[in-house]
Nanobody, 124 residues
Framework: QVQLVESGGGSVQAGGSLRLSCTAS????????MAWFRQAPGKEREAVAD???????TYADSAKGRFTISKDNAKNTLYLQMNNLKPEDTAMYYC??????????????????WGQGTQVTVSS
């Protein structure tokens, strides 16, 4: 069965960096779109970045220039390198897939499989 397990969250000060990981199992990781989402308390879940099977990547405006999504197909792992973190980046971060080759438009959260999330807290 499909499993997604996030790790790497933590507490950092503004301007700091974190690298999130999402280890996948139960499917051919390299063949499908993968995405990162986040949800802050009291706010709707929002897409952060995605990475399709052709290596095309897409970023939310809030992530451009600061976050980098990448994959290691040999390790079945999706990454999100986050630099210059801001307090508004504080949220639970989730990885997701729907076993589609192409990613849906970044604003959509139409994904079936989700990890349990990893908490990122950025203090000012």
């Amino acid at each position: 069965q499909v499993q997604l397990v996030e790790s790497g969250g933590g507490s950092v000060q503004a301007g700091g960096s974190l690298r999130l990981s999402c280890t996948a199992s139960g499917f051919t990781f390299s063949s499908y779109c993968m995405a990162w989402f986040r949800q802050a308390p009291g706010k709707e879940r929002e897409a952060v970045a995605d990475f399709d099977s052709t290596t095309r990547t897409t970023y939310a405006d809030s992530a451009k220039g600061r976050f980098t999504i990448s994959k290691d197909n040999a390790k079945n792992t999706l990454y999100l390198q986050m630099n210059n973190l801001k307090p508004e980046d504080t949220a639970m971060y989730y990885c997701a897939t729907d076993l589609r080759i192409w990613c849906v438009p970044l604003g959509s959260d139409d994904y079936y499989y989700w990890g349990q999330g990893t908490q990122v807290t950025v203090s000012s």
